[in-house]
C-alpha cells in the first residue's frame, strides 16, 4: 500500500513540475519565437536597459541610430514613457534604404533628419497601457493609429495562419519577429521589415499610384524628360509638385508633351516642357530648413530660377509661397517634405509659370534624367486609400469628453479579454500624455501641418 502512494505521490509531483515547465516555456515564448510565430504571452523577464548592448543584442542598432538622428535615444528610456515601438531590424532598414536608393546607407538618411522623423512616428504608438500593449503584441485589434500625421497614419495588425503580420497604407506587410517588454511600461515589437506611411516613397511610380493628386506632374516628368523612369529611385532633386486641379485650372493638357502628329506645335511642346522642368531644383531642399527665405534658388531650366519665402500663420507657425515668374506669382506651399527615393517632393496649389527668358535652353540632365522626351508611360494605378485619414496626432490624443474612468474601462475590457477591432478602440485606451510623452511627441512631429485638400 505505501508503495502504491509513494508511486502516486511521484506521480503528482511530476505531472506539477512539467506543468510548471511548460508554463515558463510559453511566457518565454515571445522573446524566441521566430518569423511568423503568434506570441503567446509576456516575454521571460524584463529588459531594464535602453544601452547600446541592447540593442546590439537585439540586432537593432541602425533602428538606435535613427532614434539618435531624430535626437529622441533619451526621451524614448525616460521610465515615464509609456509607448510601443514597432522596430525594424537591421537587415530591414538595409533594404529600406536600398529600395530608397540611398548608396551611403544610414549616411544618405543622416542627411535627411525629416525621413528619420517621419519613419519614427510611423512605427511608434505613444501613452498606450501596458494592458492594451500586451494585447496589441498579440494582433487584438484591427487597426492602430500610430504619430505618423497625414495619410496612411494607421497601421492594420493582423492575426494570420502563419502568425502575426503589421500592415501600412501602402499594402506592405511586415512579420513580427518578437516582442520584448522594457521597464514595465513598453513594449518593443521587432519586424521584419521597415514600415511605409504617405510621408516617404521609393519612387514616383509609387507617389503616383497612392497619392492621386500628384499623379499629372508625375506623368509629366516623365514625360517632359525629366525622369527616364517612374520607377527611378536616384534622382536627387527638389520637385514642386502641383495637383492635378492645378493642371486643369491652367487649361494644360500633358498629351501635348508626345503629340507628334502635324497638328501639334513643337513650339507648344517646348514650351511645356520647359514649364515643367522649373518645377525642379537641384539638390535637397527641406522646408522650412532648405530654403532660405527670398534666396533666389536655380531650378533645371536652366537661366531660370524661383523663391520660397516664409510668412506668418499664427499660433507661432508660418506658411511657405514659392514666388515665380520674377515674383509676378505666389504660390502656397500646401504639402512639405515628402520623401521621394533620394527626392524631395511640396505640394503646391498651381503651376509655376516661369519668367521670361530671351534664347534660354533647358539644362544638362541630372543623374537619372533622359536628354529627351521618352513615350508616355501607362496610366497610374488607383489608389488604395483615396481619403487622407486625418492627423495621428489627433488620434493620439483623448477626445474631449472621454474621461479617465472611460479609458478605465476600455483597460479593463482589455484585461477581461474583449477583443477589440477598430482604431477608435484603441483611441479611447490611450491616456494622457505626461510630459515623458510630449516631450518625445514634440521631437517627433513637424511644427507645420498638411492642408492635402487645397492640393
Request: charge should be positive; glycine fraction near 8%; include cysteine.
Amino acid at each position: 500500500m505505501r508503495n502504491w502512494q509513494t508511486i502516486r505521490l511521484l506521480y503528482l509531483v511530476a505531472v506539477r513540475l512539467a506543468a510548471r515547465q511548460a508554463l515558463l516555456a510559453s511566457a518565454a515564448n515571445v522573446a524566441g519565437s521566430s518569423r511568423g510565430a503568434i506570441p503567446s504571452g509576456w516575454p521571460n523577464g524584463i529588459v531594464t536597459s535602453c544601452s547600446d548592448a541592447f540593442w546590439a543584442q537585439q540586432k537593432l542598432t541602425l533602428w538606435k541610430q535613427v532614434l539618435d538622428i531624430v535626437g529622441v535615444s533619451k526621451e524614448l528610456c525616460n521610465p515615464a514613457a509609456r509607448y510601443l515601438a514597432f522596430a525594424p531590424t537591421n537587415a530591414a532598414l538595409t533594404a529600406f534604404m536600398a529600395s530608397m536608393g540611398f548608396e551611403q546607407g544610414i549616411s544618405d538618411l543622416q542627411q535627411r533628419p525629416g525621413l528619420a522623423r517621419e519613419l519614427l512616428a510611423m512605427h511608434l504608438v505613444l501613452a498606450l497601457p501596458p494592458d492594451a500593449q500586451q494585447q496589441l503584441a498579440k494582433g487584438r485589434f484591427a487597426e492602430v493609429p500610430t504619430e505618423a500625421q497625414g495619410l496612411f497614419g494607421r497601421l492594420k495588425v493582423k492575426v494570420t495562419a502563419g502568425g502575426v503580420v503589421v500592415a501600412d497604407g501602402q499594402g506592405d506587410a511586415a512579420h513580427l519577429l518578437k516582442v520584448l517588454k522594457l521597464q514595465e511600461n513598453k513594449t518593443v515589437v521587432i519586424l521584419d521589415r521597415v514600415l511605409f506611411s504617405g510621408r516617404y516613397y521609393t519612387s514616383f511610380a509609387r507617389l503616383c499610384n497612392h497619392r492621386p493628386p500628384a499623379s499629372d506632374m508625375c506623368s509629366a516628368l516623365f514625360k517632359a524628360g525629366v525622369l527616364h523612369s517612374l520607377a527611378t529611385n536616384d534622382f536627387a532633386s527638389t520637385v514642386f509638385v502641383p495637383g492635378n486641379k492645378a493642371f486643369a485650372s491652367a487649361g494644360i493638357q500633358l498629351s501635348a508633351l508626345t503629340d507628334t502628329s502635324s497638328h501639334g506645335s513643337s513650339a507648344a511642346r517646348a514650351a511645356l516642357v520647359d514649364r515643367i522642368r522649373y518645377h525642379v531644383v537641384p539638390g535637397l531642399h527641406p522646408i522650412p530648413g532648405g530654403f532660405k527665405s527670398g534666396m533666389a534658388q536655380a531650378t533645371l531650366l536652366q537661366g531660370r530660377q524661383l523663391k520660397v519665402v516664409y510668412q506668418p500663420a499664427g499660433n507661432g507657425t508660418q506658411e511657405a509661397f514659392v514666388l515665380a515668374d520674377a515674383g509676378r506669382q505666389k504660390v502656397p506651399v500646401v504639402v512639405t517634405d515628402i520623401y521621394v527615393g533620394q527626392a524631395i517632393a511640396h505640394g503646391i496649389t498651381s503651376v509655376l509659370q516661369p519668367p521670361p527668358q530671351a534664347g534660354a535652353a533647358s539644362s544638362k540632365p541630372l543623374p537619372g534624367t533622359a536628354a529627351t522626351p521618352t513615350p508616355t508611360p501607362p496610366a497610374a494605378a488607383a489608389a488604395r486609400n483615396s481619403k487622407p485619414a486625418g492627423p495621428a496626432a489627433a488620434a493620439a490624443a483623448p477626445k474631449a469628453g472621454v474621461s479617465s474612468s472611460s479609458s478605465s474601462s476600455a483597460a479593463a475590457g482589455l484585461r477581461s479579454g474583449r477583443r477589440l477591432s477598430a482604431w477608435s478602440d484603441i483611441e479611447r485606451v490611450i491616456l494622457p500624455m505626461n510630459k515623458a510623452e510630449t516631450d518625445i511627441r514634440a521631437k517627433v512631429h513637424r511644427m507645420n501641418k498638411e492642408q492635402e485638400e487645397k492640393w
